[in-house]
Structure formats: structure tokens, C-alpha cells
């Protein structure tokens, strides 16, 4: 009997080496740690279970049928994060490169529709060469069946995908479909085409890192959400957004102790907007003022910055922010912010988190490779997210909201549910200067009455009031008091149930 | 006594006057310029004046301004603070002819005063010891000597026209006199065509230290004793302290003295300053007189329970001194730290914009202030004082218009070691965000080993500092307990996590006892043995700590008690652990399981950026300009580009000559802080 039970055990010892020591050093080498390592790192101590540990290929092709390594170059299974479940795949780079099988596709699919049917997030730890070419195209069928299984999770649970390694053609697909993307700076990269065949099509020299590093996808591309400077920081960020995120899409927002005063005023807020209209602050301070412990994870920190997108708690409760970010392009929304905050509207909205939106927007930017580049349609993606989000909405003007772009950010109009102003906010079409040249077209030639003008116009319509006047601003609060104000506004509506027709699905300006 | 007074000045002083003011039942109106509009000695005043745009010399150097507005508001005194007008005769005679009182002496004082020449000849008219010299020609290298041998070695022999060195030498016996002389009067012949040459005594180990006078306008004067002012960064005073740890008992009735004898040479009203160069034998000589209150006059006010405001005010009404030089005792010792908006880490380059955090430590009242009934404002009393004078507040703004200054950080003490332990706790606890500034080199110069030695000149930062200032590297039982509170906090924070909504019954997460705690290098396994009070911390050496303190996760102040010590970190959040600040350090601190700790040791160093070839945006801001082209050589001092902030140019210069290989931004770009302007080859 013991021989027996040994043999579990031996088995067991084969299947954690992976592609054995001289693999692991070289995974080392270059300051990846391996699959299980991995695995270690995102999981609470000792909660993995792991399934299809003895799984191998079925290739018998290219000599490949010698070659049978258990596991077969991708650990899956489930353990918990902070107590919460979570399914996890950590492909293995010292098992044929983690290069995906027809096997080592069903072995993700297993894991990504138990999570679907238990309702847990699945995190894709991802260092693969890509196709197993000796498979041919039954690779390739394995890659659209993960492809489809995200199709189906999305929406359902939140899906993580964390490129720790090469991750190129194909494969990057599946990640390209998740909920969040993470890179590790200098030792990931994603391309559709590889630095060669960009070489041989369009004679263009570039590097991998160039082509796809990290600092490209979350700085030009936009495909990554962040970057860490290695493996052991890039999963205890995962650990710490996953615990912002409901488990599944029945589920509320997760709820923790929380050690900050709901009602903790911040008389500091009363100075931050600048006596001239036009000098930038930072909308962060405001952002980390509101949130508990000032605690605030930001989502494409480093791209279109003159949008913030991230999670914060209040009371304990998960909310995501948007806010528009004065100190880049004065705030404004173009193509990249609009893109950027539609995206993290439909995240919080699927998974019923609550949205804060801070506001301070002169309207959209002008320019010719704005309209070019299709701002109308990426512009229409926003109002499309905000106008059809049902979770609670509070949102909070600061400055300016100017034209449509008031209308865009989570107005009354689009089902805003408190709809907060501070008293230095300025709800008009357009800044007093361009509206004054075209109602009194007549007077441009006369500075004196064209100032006389503006200042009429600013004293009319550069405050909150005529807006509050006809109930478009719930209440004018004052800035210290925000917090609170927010704190109490989300804590009304935690019941809240509102329903949208029935369609089999909308179509948002894709 | 007054009715109401106007109090000519901005920032720290104006609320500082106002406080006693308000003490006294005196009303009092507040000037100010467009950019202190929401300033905190505006809010704080009964009344305020507007007086002109943000340049001083538009508003509050500006006379006419300042008398407009005291007819405005029926002043009958004006308390000028220092700086602006407060020692200028003008306005002193201005505010004689309009009838209103002049809270500082007679304009005859200050103006005597105010010239270098005048004040030392009125000062050996006095008998003050000025520094021995001769400025007559000297004829040859035997009269040099013989001049020398009566100033007493050592002396300076230096060139009249001379500069930058030239011409200058120092002799400390007979032979180097001669030579010194002959070897000044060639240098000076070749380099500025002028040999005349002067000898005066060369002061070693000089320290800067200053007698506190107060007279009336009844002939009586007392001095306060005196204050160390040496710790001076180009002149700027950062750290001063009452009483001088080097001076004696003879020397600080001899020197107060003298520096009372000078004030009634000058008829004298008011409260006054007498510096004093001193040298390592505690010989002094009279430098200048400030005919003003000084920026730390609150050290002298802690030791001597003399609200030194008050006099003044007292002393411009009228009234006779009721303190006699009899009643003047110091007690106990109080040291001021001056916090400048000033980034130490960029060679103090001074930083302007919005204080999004400052959170003062609580202050205490104690010492011979609270027992005199004159400690401003209400503080807790305790065993040894904090006292903040400042002008700003979280949310307020450090405008470049003005001085640096955000605030005087003083403690009082029984006993100068306890004086500077107060104030270490103190400078730890002071949360200050946003804009650069100097609290961690205060810290260092607390914890510098010449500094609690009172070993200390006016070359000490020069000297201790030759390269400015990058940090400080702790002492091992300083990391240690900091190691053990950084694991106690970690713990907490950890424990906070499990307890999640949504967590599989049952299976929850258990935090473990035993971490792995990096910081400055240096890996600490250790293990948490917790309890309803706090946490004992056991290193792998055997060695303990005993961890308290009402930390919770996301407070941005720890205040612990470590061993029975207290300990005040200020705390921030990074992956895995803590930005820790405390003791002029500033530290990564990861707090990890033995097992995390084995694999973050198996991920590569990343180094920073080498920038020693790179020009980076000193702060955030626009580029308004860039002089220079791809390929250009530059020189050491030739302008590169020009950044606009807070409406303010900017010159980024070249520090040292290169070939530019790469520009990154152009007019327009607007920049953040260490972002890469252009890089050189």
C-alpha cells in the first residue's frame, strides 16, 4: 500500500519540476520566477489546488510523443485570495516554452468554465511562446477555445491576465479580451507580429521591447491597464485589485473594515480650486480626499491622463472613479479619454461598482486629427456607457463642465442619481469668452462692450445655480464637506434597482 | 495701552503678533497683497486691509500703501514684524508725522544701525568689542608684523581691492605674518594693480551668536541672553537655540552687556538684537545690530517666559520695562528649526505651490512661557514644549513671491539633550505634502553627532554637508525598531485584508507570525508574537522589541513607542510594505513571508536611470523654450531650456560641458516632475 501512496508522491515531485532544474535556473536567469512560484506568490499560503497535474499531450507528430512532460506546460486550478476564490492558469515557459497544446487548452478551458459555473474571477498568468507548432492546427483550435470561454466569462466574472513572458500572435488574443491586462516591465512583451516580421513586411526596425514592451502598451497602445517592475510586485497588485472586485456578476462589491471617518470633512478642499478659471490643479488630491485611507488603485495611469480611472472605497465598499484630470490637456475629453473612461464605466457597471464621476471638463479637444481619427464615434462611447450603466451613479462637478461634454459625464440627463456641484462650478455651453463673440457677434469689434458682455455672461451663467435652478444639480455642497456628501449619497443608494429594456445586447459605437 | 494696531507684514510673523495682540485685548488689522488673499494672517486679524498686487515692493514695502491703510482703519500702533519695513527709518518717520505709535525703536536707532561703518564706530565708541584690525597702509613686511603681534595671531591679511581669495592669507605666528604680507601685496599688485593691503584678527571657529535686548523709552535696558544662530546655510539661518551650549557664565554677562551699552549708545527703544561673531576661545566681537524683532526670537521667549511681542507693544505705548536685569533667568533650553520650502535633495532648490497635506505636530505648552502666563494660544500643557509659529495651513500656497519660510518648529526643554529629542519627535511628526521641503535634513542635522556635541561653527553644513544633502542612512537599532514597527503595522494591514466580504466560509486566509522585513539594504527575519497591547518582535539574533501604538491601516502617522521609546513614522503605501520617513531617512520597507522574501531575492536589482547625462524637469511645468539643438556642444552654465511654473521662468542650465544627443520635449510640452528633457552624450 505505502509503495502505492509513494508513487502519488513521486508522480507529484515529476510533475512540480516542470522542465526541470536547468529550465528553473534560466526562468531565473532572467528574473521570471516559474509557473508554481507564480502561483504561490498570487494565492494565500498553501490554498492552491491544482488539477490535471498528469496531463500530457497527445501528439504524436515530430517526435513528440518521447517528449510527455505531466502538466504539459500550464498549471491551473483554484485557491483563494484573501480568503476570496479565485481560478487561476500560470503557464509554465520551462515546459516547451509554454507553448499552448490542443491539451494545454482544455486544461484552461476547464478551469474558466468551473469559474463561470461557481462564479469566481480567473487570472491568466501568462509566459508562452505561443502556438505548439507541432500541433498544427489543433493548436490553433485550442487558442479559440479559450478565446470563446472569454467571450462567454465576460461580463460574468472579472477576468485578469498578467503577461509575465513572451505572449505573441495569437495568444494575444485571449488577454486582449479580459477585464485588465498587467505587464512586467523589461521581461514582457504582446505583438501580433513579431519584431522579424514587421522586418520582412514593412522593412521597419524595431525591438521587441519597442514593438511590445510594457511601457508601450500602457503608454501608446493603451492594451495594458499597468505595469510592475517585476514578477513579485506584478502579483501583489493582482492580490490588491482583486480585493476591489466582486467575485462575480450576481455578487455586490466587496465590503472590508474600514478605519477613516465617513463624515471626515477636509477644509483643504476648499482651496484647491485656483482663483483663475484657467490654472490646472491635481483632481488626485480630491480623489484620495474622498477615498478611505486615501487608498486609490489606478487603472491606465499612464495613458490619456487627462482622464483618472481607477477604484477607490468608500465605507469600505468598492467605487469606481472617473474624473477628469486638469493638469493634462486642461481636462478635456478626446479620443483616448473617452475610449479609456468607456471602458472602465461598462467594467463597473457589470459588476454592479458603483461609479463616482469628479468633473471638471472644458469640453471636447478640437482638431482635425481628433475629427479624423473618429472623436464623434469615441466620444459617444463614454455617454453610450454612462447612459446605460444602472449602478448607483454620483457624480460631483468641480470646475467647469462645459458644452456637451457636461452632458457626457454622468449628468442628470444620463440617469445621474446625485448629481453634487461645488459652488466654484460652472455648468454653461461654452467658457464666457466664446459665448459672449457669438451671442453679441455684433459688438466683436468693440473690446469694451465685448467685455462688458463677458462679464455679464459670467455672472449669469459661471456658477452652478442656473443649473440648480432647473434640478439638473441635486445640491450645491460645500467642497469640504464632499466626502461626506458622497459617503451618504452611495449609502442611499444601496438598494437601488433600475432595469433597461430587453435586448439581446446593445450596440455601443464600437 | 492701544486700541487697535495694524501689523505691517505677512506670514508666521503677522499671526505671531496678532496672538499676543489678541492676548492683550488689543484689535488688530492685517495687510495684504493679492496673493495672500486667503492668507492665515488675514483670517486670523479682526480686520485686513487690502494693499496692492503680490511684489512686496508693490504692496508691503510699499509706505503709502501701508499708511493708507492704517488711516483707513484708525491704527494707533504698527508692529512691522522683520523684514519689509521694519528697519526702515523712512517709515518710521512717516508713522511719527501721521501720530501713530512705532512698535520698535526711535528712527535715530535705526538708522545708526542700519549702516556697517556707523554701527562700528559707535560700537567701540561704546566699548563693544569690535574684531581688531588695522586700515591704515601698510609701508613693509616688518610693520605687518608688528601690526599682527598687536591684533594677536591669528590674522588675516588681505588685499584692500581683493576678491574671490586673491590676495588673501593667514598667518598664525611672526614668519608667516612676513611672508604672508609680501606674498598678498604681489598677488594683489598683479591682480588687481592696487597693493594695498589690511591686516585684521582671523576669527577660528566662529560662531554666530546673539545677545536679545529690550529697553523703554525711560533709559532702562536689560539683555535676554543669548542665542546660537551658527547652523547657517549661505547665511540663511536654519537651526537656532537658547542658551548657546558654548558659551559661559562671564561670557554672556560680558557680552549682554556690551550689546546693552551699544543699545543705549543709540537711545535705544524696543526689542533689539547685538550679534556676535565668536571664536573657539570665546572671544566675541560685534558684527551688527538688528533693530527688529529676529525670526527665532522664540527660543529666547521659551528659556525666559518673556513674551517678547508684548514688550515691545508695552514698550511703544509708553510703559517702563517691569522686568529688571535681576529678574531675567534663563531655564531650561529651546531650540528652533526652521522649515523652508526647500527641496534638500535638489540643493535646496526652493519650491513653490499648494500644501496638499501640513499637519503640524500638536503643540505643548511648558516651561517659563506657560508658568509666566504667556504662552500664545491654546496647547495641552506638558513636560516639554512645542511651539509652531507659522502663516499656513493644508490647502494653503508657498508663493514665490515671498520667503521660503513655512514655519519655526521650536521645542523647550529642561535639558538641551531633551530639548533636541523633543524636537526630533517633533520634526517626525510634522506631515507636510506637496511641495519640497527641508525636514529631513533638519532631522539629520538632529541626529549629527557634532550637532549634540554643540561642536558647532558657521561652516558646519558647509562643512559636514560639502555635497549637499542625500539622505540619511541610519543606525542599526534606529532600523531595527523601525524594521520591528514596519512588521507590526504589516501585520494589521494583513489581517484587515482577510477579513473581506465575500470569503469562502472556513477557509479564510491566516496571517502568519513570521516575516521578512528589507529596508536600506538590510533583510530582517523576524517574528510577531502579538497581543492586546502591542507586539513583541523577535529577530533572528534572539534580540526583541516591544512594538505600541494606535496604528491603524491607512493612517499617514505612526506614532509608536519602541522598547519605551517613542518612535513617529510617517508612513505611505507602496507594493508589498511602507514608504517609511523618520529620522531624516527615507525608506522602501517590505514586509514579506519567508517565502515571498526567497523569491523577490531571486528578481533583479533594477537600477535607476543613470541621469548624470540627462537634463530632468526640475518641477512641474511648461516648456516655454529650448536654446539648444541636437548635436550642439554646450557649455558648463549655458542655458538649455527655459520651463515656466507657477507662472514663473525657470533657466535650466548645463551643468557641465556636453554634446546634446537628444532633445524630448519642445515648446509647449507641459512636464512633471524628473521627466527627461534632453539627453547628452
Known amino acids: 500500500m505505502k509503495d502505492i501512496l509513494q508513487e502519488l508522491d513521486d508522480?507529484?515531485?515529476?510533475?512540480?519540476?516542470?522542465?526541470?532544474?536547468?529550465?528553473?535556473?534560466?526562468?531565473?536567469?532572467?528574473?521570471?520566477?516559474?509557473?508554481?512560484?507564480?502561483?504561490?506568490?498570487?494565492?494565500?499560503?498553501?490554498?492552491?489546488?491544482?488539477?490535471?497535474?498528469?496531463?500530457?499531450?497527445?501528439?504524436?507528430?515530430?517526435?513528440?510523443?518521447?517528449?510527455k512532460p505531466y502538466g504539459d506546460g500550464v498549471v491551473t486550478g483554484w485557491g483563494t485570495i484573501n480568503g476570496r476564490m479565485v481560478y487561476v492558469f500560470s503557464q509554465d515557459f520551462t515546459v516547451f516554452g509554454g507553448s499552448l497544446s490542443e491539451t494545454h487548452a482544455e486544461k484552461i478551458c476547464k478551469i474558466m468554465d468551473m469559474?463561470?459555473?461557481?462564479?469566481?474571477?480567473?487570472?491568466?498568468?501568462?509566459?508562452?511562446?505561443?502556438?505548439?507548432?507541432?500541433?498544427?492546427?489543433?493548436?490553433?483550435?485550442?487558442?479559440?477555445?479559450?478565446?470563446?470561454?472569454?467571450?462567454?466569462?465576460?461580463?460574468?466574472?472579472p477576468q485578469i491576465s498578467v503577461i509575465m513572458g513572451p505572449c505573441a500572435g495569437g495568444a494575444v488574443y485571449s488577454p486582449a479580451m479580459t477585464d485588465f491586462i498587467f505587464m512586467v516591465k523589461d521581461s514582457s512583451y504582446m505583438f501580433v507580429t513579431g519584431p522579424d516580421v514587421v522586418k520582412t513586411v514593412t522593412n521597419e526596425v524595431v525591438t521587441a521591447e519597442e514593438l511590445g514592451g510594457a511601457s508601450t502598451h500602457t503608454k501608446k497602445s493603451s492594451v495594458a491597464d499597468g505595469a510592475f517592475d517585476n514578477d513579485v510586485e506584478a502579483l501583489a497588485e493582482v492580490r490588491r485589485l482583486v480585493d476591489f472586485l466582486p467575485l462575480n456578476n450576481r455578487e455586490k462589491p466587496p465590503v472590508r473594515p474600514f478605519f477613516d471617518e465617513p463624515g471626515r470633512l477636509e477644509e483643504s478642499l476648499d482651496t484647491l480650486i485656483p482663483e483663475n478659471a484657467n490654472t490646472p490643479y491635481d483632481m488626485k488630491e480630491l480623489i484620495l480626499k474622498i477615498a478611505d485611507e486615501a487608498d486609490f488603485y489606478e487603472i491606465q495611469e499612464d495613458f490619456a491622463k487627462n482622464i483618472i480611472t481607477g477604484f477607490i472605497r468608500i465605507e469600505g465598499q468598492t467605487v469606481g472613479v472617473v474624473a477628469n484630470q486638469p493638469m493634462v490637456l486642461a481636462g478635456c475629453l478626446d479620443i483616448d479619454s473617452s475610449r479609456k473612461a468607456a471602458r472602465f464605466v461598462r467594467f463597473c457597471d457589470a459588476f454592479e461598482i458603483p461609479i463616482l464621476t469628479l468633473v471638471d471638463v472644458p469640453g471636447f479637444l478640437p482638431g482635425t486629427s481628433q475629427e479624423y481619427g473618429g472623436v464623434i464615434k469615441h466620444g459617444a462611447k463614454l455617454l453610450f456607457a454612462y447612459g446605460e450603466a444602472t449602478v448607483p451613479k454620483v457624480t460631483v462637478i468641480t470646475r467647469k463642465a462645459y458644452g456637451g461634454a457636461y452632458d457626457v459625464m454622468a449628468s442628470k440627463h444620463l440617469r445621474g442619481d446625485f448629481n453634487y456641484a461645488w459652488p466654484t462650478a460652472e455648468i454653461a455651453v461654452m467658457g464666457a469668452k466664446g459665448a459672449t463673440e457669438i451671442i453679441h457677434r455684433a459688438d466683436l469689434g468693440d473690446a469694451e462692450k465685448i467685455a462688458a458682455h463677458t462679464k455679464d455672461y459670467e455672472d449669469r451663467f459661471a456658477n452652478p445655480f442656473v443649473a440648480a435652478e432647473r434640478g439638473f444639480i441635486d445640491e450645491v455642497i460645500m467642497p469640504h464637506s464632499t466626502r461626506k456628501r458622497v459617503a451618504r449619497a452611495f449609502a442611499a443608494l444601496r438598494n437601488k434597482k433600475i432595469r433597461n429594456p430587453w435586448k439581446k445586447h446593445d450596440n455601443i459605437p464600437l | 495701552?492701544?486700541?487697535?494696531?495694524?501689523?505691517?507684514?505677512?506670514?508666521?510673523?503677522?499671526?505671531?503678533?496678532?496672538?499676543?495682540?489678541?492676548?492683550?485685548?488689543?484689535?488688530?488689522?492685517?495687510?495684504?497683497?493679492?496673493?495672500?488673499?486667503?492668507?492665515?494672517?488675514?483670517?486670523?486679524?479682526?480686520?485686513?486691509?487690502?494693499?496692492?498686487?503680490?511684489?512686496?515692493?508693490?504692496?508691503?514695502?510699499v509706505i503709502d500703501n501701508v499708511m493708507r491703510a492704517i488711516k483707513e482703519t484708525g491704527a494707533e500702533a504698527v508692529h512691522p514684524g522683520y523684514g519689509f519695513l521694519s528697519e526702515n527709518s523712512k517709515f518710521a518717520e512717516a508713522l511719527e508725522a501721521a501720530g501713530v505709535a512705532f512698535v520698535g525703536p526711535p528712527k535715530g536707532a535705526i538708522e545708526a544701525m542700519g549702516d556697517k561703518i556707523t554701527s562700528k564706530k559707535i560700537a567701540q565708541e561704546a566699548e563693544v568689542s569690535t574684531v581688531p584690525g588695522y586700515m591704515g597702509l601698510i609701508e613693509d613686511a616688518d610693520e605687518a608684523v608688528k601690526i599682527s603681534n598687536e591684533i594677536g595671531y591669528p590674522v588675516m591679511i588681505k588685499a584692500s581691492a581683493g576678491g574671490g581669495g586673491k590676495g588673501m592669507r593667514i598667518a598664525w605666528n611672526d614668519e608667516e605674518a612676513r611672508e604672508g604680507f609680501q606674498s598678498s601685496k604681489n598677488e594683489a599688485a598683479s591682480s588687481f594693480g592696487d597693493d594695498r593691503i589690511f591686516i585684521e584678527k582671523f576669527v577660528t571657529q566662529p560662531r554666530h551668536i546673539e545677545i536679545q535686548v529690550l529697553c523703554d523709552a525711560h533709559g532702562n535696558g536689560i539683555y535676554l541672553g543669548e542665542r546660537e544662530c551658527s547652523i547657517q546655510r549661505r547665511n540663511q539661518k536654519v537651526v537656532e537655540e537658547a542658551p548657546s551650549p558654548f558659551l559661559d557664565e562671564a561670557t554672556r554677562k560680558a557680552m549682554g552687556e556690551q550689546?546693552?551699552?551699544?543699545?543705549?549708545?543709540?537711545?535705544?527703544t524696543s526689542a533689539g538684537t547685538v550679534e556676535f561673531i565668536v571664536d573657539g576661545q570665546k572671544n566675541f566681537y560685534f558684527l551688527e545690530m538688528n533693530t527688529r524683532l529676529q525670526v527665532e526670537h522664540p527660543v529666547t521667549e521659551l528659556i525666559t517666559g518673556v513674551d517678547l511681542v508684548e514688550q515691545m507693544i508695552r514698550v511703544a505705548g509708553g510703559e517702563k520695562l517691569s522686568i529688571t536685569q535681576a529678574d531675567v533667568k534663563l531655564n531650561g533650553w529651546a531650540i528652533e528649526n526652521r522649515l523652508y520650502a526647500e527641496d534638500p535633495y535638489r540643493n535646496f532648490l526652493p519650491s513653490i505651490g499648494r500644501l496638499s497635506m501640513y499637519r503640524p505636530p500638536a503643540e505643548i505648552a511648558a516651561g517659563p512661557l506657560l508658568r509666566n502666563g504667556k504662552w500664545q494660544g491654546e496647547a495641552p500643557e506638558g513636560p516639554t514644549a512645542v511651539r509652531n509659529d507659522t502663516g499656513v495651513y493644508e490647502g494653503g500656497e508657498i508663493s514665490m513671491y515671498y520667503d521660503p519660510m513655512i514655519a519655526k518648529l521650536c521645542t523647550w526643554a529642561p535639558t538641551r539633550e531633551e530639548a533636541i529629542e523633543a524636537m526630533r519627535i517633533a520634526l517626525d511628526s510634522f506631515e507636510l505634502e506637496g511641495i519640497g521641503h527641508n525636514l529631513p535634513f533638519l532631522s539629520a542635522?538632529?541626529?549629527?553627532?557634532?550637532?549634540?556635541?554643540?561642536?558647532?561653527?558657521?561652516?558646519?553644513?558647509?562643512?559636514?554637508?560639502?555635497?549637499?544633502?542625500?539622505?540619511?542612512?541610519?543606525?542599526?537599532?534606529?532600523?531595527?525598531?523601525?524594521?520591528a514597527s514596519a512588521a507590526a503595522m504589516h501585520r494589521v494591514a494583513e489581517i484587515r485584508r482577510t477579513r473581506v466580504s465575500g470569503r469562502m466560509?472556513?477557509?479564510?486566509?491566516?496571517?502568519?507570525?513570521?516575516?521578512?522585513?528589507?529596508?536600506?539594504?538590510?533583510?530582517?527575519p523576524v517574528t510577531i508574537a502579538a497581543d492586546h497591547d502591542g507586539s513583541t518582535v523577535t529577530f533572528s539574533d534572539g534580540s526583541s522589541h516591544r512594538v505600541t501604538g494606535a496604528w491603524t491601516p491607512g493612517d499617514s502617522l505612526a506614532e509608536m513607542t519602541v522598547d519605551g521609546e517613542p518612535l513617529v513614522l510617517k508612513v505611505g503605501k507602496i507594493t508589498g510594505g511602507f514608504r517609511i520617513r523618520s529620522r531624516g531617512a527615507d525608506l522602501k520597507v517590505h514586509v514579506r513571508t519567508p517565502r515571498q522574501a526567497e523569491l523577490a531575492a531571486l528578481m533583479p536589482e533594477k537600477l535607476p536611470p543613470d541621469t548624470s547625462k540627462m537634463l530632468l524637469c526640475p518641477m512641474p511645468g511648461l516648456i516655454v523654450k529650448v536654446d539648444v539643438e541636437v548635436g550642439q556642444e554646450v557649455q558648463e552654465g549655458q542655458a538649455l531650456c527655459t520651463v515656466e511654473a507657477m507662472k514663473m521662468e525657470n533657466i535650466l542650465r548645463a551643468e557641465k560641458r556636453a554634446v546634446v544627443s537628444k532633445i524630448n520635449a519642445g515648446p509647449g510640452d507641459s512636464l512633471a516632475v524628473d521627466d527627461v528633457i534632453m539627453e547628452f552624450e
Not at chain 1, 19 to 48: C, N, P, V, W, Y
Not at chain 1, 128 to 155: C, H, K, P, T, W
Request: proline letters at 3%; glycine letters at 10%.
Open chain 1, 11 to 67: 508522480r507529484r515531485d515529476v510533475a512540480r519540476q516542470g522542465g526541470g532544474q536547468k529550465r528553473i535556473e534560466a526562468q531565473h536567469s532572467k528574473g521570471k520566477l516559474t509557473a508554481r512560484e507564480r502561483i504561490e506568490l498570487l494565492l494565500d499560503e498553501d490554498s492552491f489546488e491544482e488539477f490535471d497535474m498528469f496531463k500530457t499531450h497527445r501528439c504524436t507528430d515530430f517526435g513528440m510523443e518521447k517528449q
Open chain 1, 115 to 157: 469559474a463561470v459555473q461557481n462564479g469566481a474571477p480567473v487570472i491568466g498568468l501568462n509566459d508562452s511562446g505561443g502556438a505548439r507548432i507541432q500541433e498544427g492546427v489543433a493548436s490553433l483550435a485550442g487558442y479559440a477555445d479559450v478565446f470563446q470561454r472569454n467571450i462567454m466569462a465576460s461580463g460574468v466574472v
Open chain 2, 1 to 61: 495701552m492701544f486700541n487697535k494696531i495694524l501689523i505691517a507684514n505677512r506670514g508666521e510673523i503677522a499671526c505671531r503678533v496678532i496672538k499676543t495682540a489678541r492676548k492683550m485685548g488689543i484689535q488688530t488689522v492685517a495687510i495684504y497683497s493679492d496673493a495672500d488673499k486667503n492668507a492665515l494672517h488675514v483670517q486670523m486679524a479682526d480686520e485686513a486691509v487690502h494693499i496692492g498686487p503680490p511684489p512686496a515692493n508693490q504692496s508691503y514695502i
Open chain 2, 259 to 268: 550689546a546693552v551699552a551699544l543699545a543705549k549708545a543709540v537711545g535705544y
Open chain 2, 445 to 483: 542635522v538632529m541626529d549629527h553627532p557634532k550637532f549634540i556635541t554643540g561642536d558647532i561653527t558657521t561652516a558646519f553644513i558647509a562643512e559636514e554637508y560639502p555635497d549637499g544633502f542625500d539622505g540619511v542612512e541610519l543606525p542599526e537599532l534606529t532600523l531595527r525598531r523601525i524594521a
Open chain 2, 505 to 524: 466560509d472556513n477557509h479564510e486566509r491566516r496571517v502568519g507570525t513570521d516575516w521578512v522585513v528589507s529596508l536600506q539594504g538590510e533583510s530582517f
